[in-house]
């Protein structure tokens, strides 16, 4: 069964750091572009970040530019989401997403891991 | 980076058919082929309906459909049923190389 399995939230104090993981099975990993959404609470999906098949292309949101990075291991199977000064506005569910053949529609999707910033 | 625009309710009969429009700009929507919808149940991940405007995955129903015209893109539902209900957004590759979504559209079905 092709999953994506996340790891990594909580909560967190403002200006902390945290590192998400997101655990590829059941398909070839490596050769899929991937992906970092967010939800914030009762709110629409946001599109953070993507990174090419080998880690040598990424491109971010204007929101988390600077503060967050989208790297991978296809050794592992895993992909990560560094989060950095994080704010207030960070709070929600973040999920890792996989890139149907680069068509930019995200046909699997890890299940979520919720990160809470607050003092 | 504005959100694409979306209804924020759509609404309608079992059977019937209704329509979903999201309006970006030829920045996004307007240029390029790569929008998706997406539905999403309460408390459940977001579940790919379209890719590349018109394309459905493996497994989605044909009730689903898919169509563009300039800057808007459109989701139609056709044979409205219960389990329809839920959120829609659609997303649409940008000229500055992000994904942008939409604001989400909560459909009823009544």
């Known amino acids: 069964e092709e999953q994506l399995v996340q790891s990594g939230g909580g909560l967190v104090q403002p200006g902390e750091s945290l590192r998400l993981s997101c655990e590829a099975s059941?398909?070839?990993?490596?050769?899929?572009?991937m992906a970092w959404v967010r939800q914030a609470p009762g709110k629409g999906l946001e599109w953070l970040a993507d990174i090419r098949q080998d880690g040598s292309d990424s491109n971010y949101a204007d929101s988390v530019k600077g503060r967050f990075t989208i790297s991978r291991d296809n050794n592992k199977r895993l992909l990560y989401l560094q989060m950095n000064y994080l704010r207030a506005e960070d709070t929600a569910v973040y999920h890792c997403a996989r890139d149907e053949w680069h068509t930019y529609g995200y046909d699997l999707w890890g299940l979520g891991t919720l990160v809470t910033v607050s003092s | 980076q504005s959100a694409l625009t979306q209804p924020a309710s759509v609404s309608g009969s079992p059977g019937q058919s209704i329509t979903i429009s999201c309006t970006g700009t030829s920045n996004d929507i307007g240029d390029y082929h790569s929008v998706s919808w997406y539905q999403q149940h309460p408390g459940k991940v977001p579940k790919l309906l379209i890719y590349?405007?018109?394309k459905r995955p493996s497994g989605i129903s044909a009730r689903f459909s898919g169509s563009k015209s300039a800057n808007t893109a459109s989701l139609t539902i056709s044979g409205l049923q219960a389990e329809d209900e839920g959120d829609y957004y659609c997303?649409?590759?940008?000229?500055?190389?992000?994904?942008?979504f939409g604001g989400g559209t909560k459909v009823t079905v009544l």
């Open positions: 997303s649409s590759f940008t000229s500055r190389y992000t994904l942008q």
């Open positions: 590349e405007v018109t």
């Open positions: 059941g398909f070839t990993f490596s050769v899929y572009w």
